[in-house]
């Protein structure tokens, strides 16, 4: 029985998308399908960080050389191209669908023995950092507090994307370790003048963007001053005061008034440290219900430190 005509149709778009599934580029093109295998081998030698110590937003340089040990040349045909990147990890690793930061691409040719320095200049708190490690702690035992600076490692990674199809795919990662300078927070109860209602109380909550808010509530029978974040890298955070059935402001003219004070402490390794403190505070009126909450923006660390 002879094909109807849309069957006919449906055919030949489908040969038409086999045949362009199958087109590839060089050594160091970019594709979708896995990249054929070629006798390039890239590697990373030479690794380097400075400084040894820095927060999110301080420039870096990073620097090094990639080697072709293999016996054909990466990017031989105008137009190929690799990608170099890095990132920052707890253990020296480089997790499935990470971004990194800073990645750059490379489109020279690096033949068979040869090789090509690089040092680029940019912050780590660039790309995916901060979404993966905005508290950066590393304690030694599970559940102890972590004091910034803390260890961490930045790598890089040749051939970022994997558009190489080279002999050897482990040698294109190198690793140094550098001092993570993240900020300590801190919240300091400042009183709350609430009524007699039977759950009546101040509540604070904090939050970086990422995973869990810290909260916190008063009258309490925990220590006044509380560690929020022990090492945080996002400079911005986002507070809540609540105010939780105040009796006063049942009353005409009636109000209650809560705060939490916020201090912010960077310590980079030979600097004075430098501390930033701020008052968030709330009230409930008469006319507006016993409770109330009250967003304040902060910033915790000085971008010019």
Avoid at 6 to 30: D, F, Q
Avoid at 153 to 178: M, Q, S
Avoid at 274 to 292: E, K, L, N, R, Y
Wanted: net charge negative.
């Amino acid at each position: 029985m002879p094909l109807s005509r849309a069957w006919s149709i449906r055919l030949i778009e489908a040969s038409i998308l086999l045949s362009l599934c199958a087109c590839h580029g060089g050594g160091g093109s970019t594709h979708n399908t896995p990249p054929p295998a070629t006798n390039i081998d890239l590697a990373v030698v030479n690794f380097a960080v400075s400084p040894d110590a820095a927060d999110p937003e301080d420039t870096l340089t990073l620097s090094g050389t990639i080697r072709n040990v293999g016996t054909e040349t990466a990017n031989p045909v105008l137009g190929d191209k690799f990608v170099i990147a890095f990132n920052l990890s707890l253990d020296g690793t480089f997790e499935l669908n990470e971004q990194g930061f800073l990645p750059k691409t490379i489109s020279v040719p690096i033949p068979p023995g040869g090789s090509l320095d690089f040092s680029y200049t940019g912050a780590y708190g660039g790309g995916d950092t901060l979404s993966a490690y905005s508290n950066f702690c590393t304690p030694p035992d599970p559940g102890s507090e972590c004091v910034p600076p803390e260890t961490g490692v930045i790598g890089v990674k040749v051939d970022f994307a994997n558009t190489i199809g080279e002999i050897d795919e482990g040698n294109n990662f190198a690793f140094t370790t550098i001092e993570v300078v993240g900020t300590r927070v801190g919240a300091v109860f400042g009183g709350c003048d609430i009524g007699t209602l039977q759950t009546p109380g101040c509540e604070l909550q904090v939050s970086d963007g990422f995973g869990l808010p810290y909260t916190e509530s008063r009258p309490s029978l925990d220590p006044a001053n509380q560690l929020v974040f022990p090492n945080e890298l996002q400079r911005d955070i986002y507070v809540t005061v609540r105010i939780i059935n105040c009796l006063a402001a049942q009353t005409p003219n009636g109000s209650c008034g809560g705060s939490w004070t916020i201090v912010a402490t960077t310590q980079k390794p030979g600097l004075e440290a430098s501390t930033i403190t701020v008052t968030c505070a709330c009230q409930a009126h008469f006319g507006t219900g016993p409770d109330a909450a009250c967003p304040c923006n902060l910033v915790i660390r000085d971008p010019n430190y």
